[in-house]
């Protein structure tokens, strides 16, 4: 059977061979490799183009990109002599403050209870107001949504589900603009973006072994951690 994920024409820029400097993605007759969506997708990237002649849209991705040169500096020196300023944290504040958005949501697990309220208060320091929900919300027990007994973390006793779609509509009800995660589960975190109608963004990304620092796991992969690439069961 053909598998469609090993067409030249689907994109797989994370096996391209080239250095960033080299790509054409990012260099004019820059090289490419033949999965390359760059010079295979022209149907798809017009579309995409489209989309951001959008008014709405357009503002949005040009904020963006001005926020991200804004967490550079020494610009003025060269790219060779550019360094990192701000912390997500501050850059979120930042993009939010440039979009003219003057309410946040702020979504977090039960586990960062500390980091989330350290979060709210930072963002209504910088002027914001903040709605906030835990992942608990609504104490549902696991077993409405058929988690065993068994496959609960501690079996023989309540757990409540974590429940992203109810902390996505309490924003949505509460029309905050941009919504912020904080330390949601896999799985969890993708209903908030399924259900919410704001936009969303991550500060921090749940990860149990690494202290929420799931790139550690990547970086230390082909020798720490290389029993992580064993099949999974």
């Given at each position: 059977?053909?598998?469609?994920?090993?067409?030249?024409?689907?994109?797989?820029?994370?096996?391209?061979p080239?250095?960033?400097?080299?790509k054409?993605?990012?260099?004019?007759?820059?090289?490419?490799p033949?999965?390359?969506?760059?010079?295979?997708?022209?149907?798809?990237?017009?579309?995409?183009?489209?989309?951001?002649?959008?008014?709405?849209?357009?503002?949005?991705?040009?904020?963006?990109?001005?926020?991200?040169?804004?967490?550079?500096?020494?610009?003025?020196?060269?790219?060779?002599?550019?360094?990192?300023?701000?912390?997500?944290?501050?850059?979120?504040?930042?993009?939010?403050?440039?979009?003219?958005?003057?309410?946040?949501?702020?979504?977090?697990?039960?586990?960062?209870?500390?980091?989330?309220?350290?979060?709210?208060?930072?963002?209504?320091?910088?002027?914001?107001?903040?709605?906030?929900?835990?992942?608990?919300?609504?104490?549902?027990?696991?077993?409405?949504?058929?988690?065993?007994?068994?496959?609960?973390?501690?079996?023989?006793?309540?757990?409540?589900?974590?429940?992203?779609?109810?902390?996505?509509?309490?924003?949505?009800?509460?029309?905050?603009?941009?919504?912020?995660?904080?330390?949601?589960?896999?799985?969890?975190?993708?209903?908030?973006?399924?259900?919410?109608?704001?936009?969303?963004?991550?500060?921090?990304?749940?990860?149990r072994?690494?202290?929420?620092?799931?790139?550690?796991?990547?970086?230390?992969?082909?020798?720490?951690?290389?029993?992580?690439?064993?099949?999974?069961?």
């Open positions: 059977m053909h598998d469609p994920a090993s067409s030249p024409s689907t994109a797989a820029c994370a096996e391209c080239y250095k960033n400097a080299q054409i993605c990012m260099a004019p007759g820059g090289r490419h033949e999965a390359c969506p760059t010079v295979n997708q022209e149907a798809v990237l017009a579309a995409a183009l489209a989309e951001y002649a959008k008014p709405d849209i357009a503002a949005f991705a040009c904020r963006a990109s001005i926020q991200e040169g804004a967490g550079y500096a020494e610009r003025e020196s060269g790219y060779a002599a550019v360094r990192p300023l701000k912390p997500r944290i501050l850059e979120i504040a930042e993009f939010a403050r440039r979009m003219g958005y003057s309410r946040l949501g702020l979504i977090f697990c039960a586990g960062l209870a500390l980091e989330g309220r350290r979060a709210a208060e930072f963002y209504r320091e910088k002027g914001f107001a903040v709605v906030s929900a835990i992942c608990k919300v609504g104490q549902v027990p696991k077993e409405t949504i058929g988690v065993k007994d068994e496959e609960k973390i501690a079996a023989g006793r309540h757990e409540s589900i974590c429940n992203p779609i109810a902390q996505a509509m309490l924003m949505n009800a509460a029309k905050t603009q941009l919504n912020v995660l904080v330390g949601l589960c896999v799985g969890h975190d993708s209903l908030v973006f399924k259900y919410s109608e704001a936009p969303c963004t991550v500060l921090a990304a749940k990860d072994v690494f202290g929420h620092n799931p790139l550690a796991a990547v970086y230390t992969l082909d020798s720490y951690y290389r029993y992580l690439k064993q099949p999974l069961e």
